[in-house]
């Protein structure tokens, strides 16, 4: 088994190690939540309650169009820690190339969806987008959700749907290789990648605290 | 269960477990018992005599050149471990990636069953040792295994093999990114990966000239690599 953390870079602080939570842990907490939930949230409100079943165009605009709230959520971040200007360095330019893809993964997915969707809902991000460590640290976790929530559905999909999330979800995954090495945790922690259902990621999303 | 799930696909949790085989049980630390059932998909790597009964000629013939692609990765970055001559942080990708290649080899052996292939020999010709030759390959590497991991999710039949397919996929993407990062590339320069062909990743490997002997071509001198 390989650790979690990568050991050439010497030790983590403190500060880095409470707030190195695993995906698995993340989603963990997430679904322990996730009973007590009320459904008062855009998010939650809005989502497609479905059996999986086998794909068909119906299914692939419900399971794209919650592919959607995960994209509005990691577009926003990367959208407001760009305006704030308060990152230096790679982390500034990590946000600006990242967001720019969120950016063209939600157009894409609009577009896809034929204009066919909602209100982005509202996000508070408070000190993430502005303090380094805590940047990193909830991007590898935006990161960790997109790729479960993605891999999660993909079998659920039709052919030609298989593709356009693949081209995403493998950028996603890119985007949480990256934003690990930056944080100095192993960026493939396991062999692997284990998908979400939507409950699970619903949950991780909630978790965040971000949503209004 | 109105949730998005993939239970139609793992019913048995087969999948799940052999996930937790590989990992060490991690993933019930993760989920916690209640879940695990719904969780339910992971590496897909079951391990059951029958297993291969249930793929078309088509899937295993995809399978089986992923497993000779996973062979080569694997042997290289296993041999870059051994000699550690490469850098710190190379090194250090290549203990991490080799692992996880290993396991892909076992992954993809278990869903072939008896249709497993056996690995071709390798010669890596000193790009186990050398930082930048090695890097320079890792990232082709791992780049174009993503991308045919896109093409092959297209073409598969069985919605258990494509969900092995994406679980795998996404951690090659993360390897990408890694070494790239590694070597000072944008570890993801582009807002979508684009898929590739076999044909594309059968020429890379040709060209590296590592494959000296397969199993049923012994003896020719430039093999062509077919997993």
Known sequence: MVSETVSHRGHSSPDDRRSGATRGQLLARGVATAGALTAGGILVGGLPKLAASKPSPEQDERVLRWLLEVEYLQAAFYGEAERREALRGE???????????????????????????????????????????????TAVD?????????????????????????????????HVGWARDLAERNPAPQPADEPATQAQTTAAMQNTGFLE | MSDLTLEAVDRDGVIAETFDRLTGGTRAD???????????????????????????????????????????QAAMYSEAERL?????????????????????????????????????SFN?????????????????????TAALLKTQ???????????????????EARHAAWIRHIAGVVPASDAFDEPTSKAKVVRLVDSTNFVTSTPRTKGRRKPRFTG
């Open chain 2, 124 to 144: 890596f010709r000193g790009v186990t040792e050398d930082d930048r030759a090695f890097t320079e390959t890792a990232v082709a590497f791992e780049d174009l």
């Open chain 2, 30 to 72: 993760f989920f916690g018992k209640a879940v695990v059932g719904g969780a339910a998909l992971a590496a897909a790597l079951e391990t059951t005599a029958t297993a291969q009964d249930r793929h078309t000629a088509n899937d295993i013939a995809i399978l089986q050149f992923d497993l000779g692609l996973e062979y080569l």
């Open chain 2, 84 to 120: 550690r001559e490469l850098s710190p942080r190379t090194l250090e990708w290549s203990r991490v990636v080799g692992a996880n290649e290993r396991g892909h080899v076992k992954a993809i052996r278990g869903l072939l069953g008896r249709d497993a292939v056996k690995s071709a």
């Open chain 1, 142 to 174: 935006l990161e960790e959700i997109a790729v479960a929530a993605f891999n999660g559905q993909v079998p659920n999909l039709t052919t030609r749907r298989v593709l356009t999330t693949m081209k995403i979800v493998s950028v996603e995954a890119r």
């Open chain 1, 91 to 137: 982390l500034r330019e990590f946000a600006a190339r990242v967001g720019e893809h969120e950016r063209a993964h939600v157009d894409s997915l609009e577009k896809t969806l034929g204009g066919n969707v909602g209100q982005p809902p509202g996000f508070d991000f408070k000190s993430a987008t502005t303090d380094p460590r805590e940047f990193v640290s």
């Open chain 2, 153 to 171: 999710a297209t073409q598969v039949d069985s919605r258990r093999v494509l969900a092995a397919l994406v679980s795998l996929h996404s951690v």
